[in-house]
């Protein structure tokens, strides 16, 4: 079982950047494909980003060249750099861990999530 907190939410200006953590627990870390989504309100939730156990990153294209994942094997965390903040990045983020050695974009490829962790860009 592997279990996931998020941390570094927060109330941002339109423009600034941000950095999320979510720390990891149980099972093996490096071997998983870690996956951020979000989740607007009255929104579905939507895929963020993703790191392999490579350090292969993908990106949905809202994000490109704004986010960057990365991720510390040594401390089972994962990061988000979020820079360039826009309003319409205001959600819940979370991130998940997937079995699954290849890109997937789906929530359903996901096998355990963190609880989430706010972020609010102010204009």
């Known amino acids: 079982q592997v279990q996931l907190v998020e941390s570094g939410g927060g109330l941002v200006q339109a423009g600034d950047s941000l950095r999320l953590s979510c720390a990891a627990s149980?099972?093996?870390?490096?071997?998983?494909?870690m996956g951020w989504f979000r989740q607007a309100p009255g929104k579905d939730r939507s895929f963020v980003g993703l790191?392999?156990?490579?350090?292969?990153?993908y990106y949905a294209n809202s994000v490109k060249g704004r986010f960057t994942i990365s991720r510390d094997n040594a401390k089972n965390t994962v990061y988000l750099q979020m820079n360039s903040l826009k309003p319409e990045d205001t959600a819940v983020y979370s991130c998940?861990?997937?079995?699954?050695?290849?890109?997937?974009?789906?929530?359903?490829?996901?096998?355990?999530w963190g609880q989430g962790t706010q972020v609010t860009v102010s204009s």
């Open positions: 998940a861990a997937s079995r699954t050695l290849t890109t997937v974009t789906g929530p359903q490829a996901y096998n355990y």
């Open positions: 149980g099972g093996t870390f490096r071997t998983y494909t």
């Open positions: 790191i392999l156990w490579s350090n292969y990153t």
